[in-house]
């Protein structure tokens, strides 16, 4: 087989088999937990600018079914995998992930010490890296100065378009588009709402102006304090409208309120992670994706209320805004495939727009 390489900002250099694509990609190296969703995490938009590390040993048991994709194409620049698996077994498989990846010219590595790169990642933090099949030595000097840019733009739909509701309709939904999964419209769709999907820089009077019955706010790639445009759109549209946000919709929300966000250490990345609502002590299963948090401490003095935090590290998983009829959380609900703890958030949302404000 074909070798690659990865490497590594703090210096190292490690040396695998090629599978994929073939040539270089440079991105934020992190880490997923997830022991399914192969697709859906291939294609999801927040992994925009990443070259991501799975956990679990073997990558593409079950295949690729095209079904599954959360957004187009494969979103992530590059894969990082104990073994991948090259006959799948699954009677949806459309492909292999060798073949998919190959088709969507991403980069991967396997036969690296998955193990030990995500135990360097939580102990040293997420770094950038760079994974090559080229012989010569790339560049590392870019290594420095790598940050992901423009990722809402890049991930964001051109243009606005419409989903029918499924059945009768019910309810319209404004979808700002700040880098979507394809599960977030299927689920409001399923409840009754036509979604229109809008450009992450629609003005907040032409959303007011369509006269939906509400707001969601997209989950998405990057930092979310370089988006000022969208936070002061957001800001415009507080106790306007009902308002749900997910993942960096959640977090854009807090920073229109007045709150602040900060990066993490590692993130959270994949279906396991346990969050408590603090109105009821329950704690759920959730799916993420994220690498920045809502700074719980500055939600004093804003009107968000905190809702929910991650069992494991604190940090903030959901607020409430009761006077603006709006609420956000960092996981995702909507999450295809599982785990389907948080799916009634869809339905706290239309409750929200029955009842208007």
Known sequence: MKKAYLYLANGQVLEGQSFGASGTAIG??????????????????????QLVVYTFPQFGNYGICRKDMESPHCQMDGVVVREYCQEPSNFRCDATVDTFLKEQNVVGIA???????????????VMNAIITTEETKPDLEVLKTYRVEQSVENTSTKEAYDIPAQGEEKFSVALLDYGAKGSIPNSLTARGCKVTIYP???PAEEILAAGHDGVMLSNGPGDPADNTFCIEQIQKLFGKIPMFGICLGHQMMALAAGAKTKKLKFGHRGANQPAMDLTTGSVV???????????????????????????????????????????SLQFHPEAHGGPLDCQTAFDRFTDMMKEGL
Do not use: W
């Open 28 to 49: 934020e190296l992190v880490f997923t937990t997830g022991m399914t969703g192969c697709v859906e995490s291939l294609t999801d938009p927040s992994y925009y600018g």
């Open 285 to 327: 299963i959730t799916s993420q994706n994220h690498g920045y948090a809502v700074d719980e401490s500055t939600l004093a003095g804003t009107e968000g209320k905190l809702r929910y935090i991650n069992v494991n590290d604190r940090t903030c998983e959901g607020v409430d805004y009761p006077a603006y009829h709006a609420f």
């Open 200 to 202: 992450y820089n629609t």
């Open 111 to 125: 036969g690296v010490d998955t193990r030990m790169l995500t135990q360097m990642i939580r102990d040293g933090g």
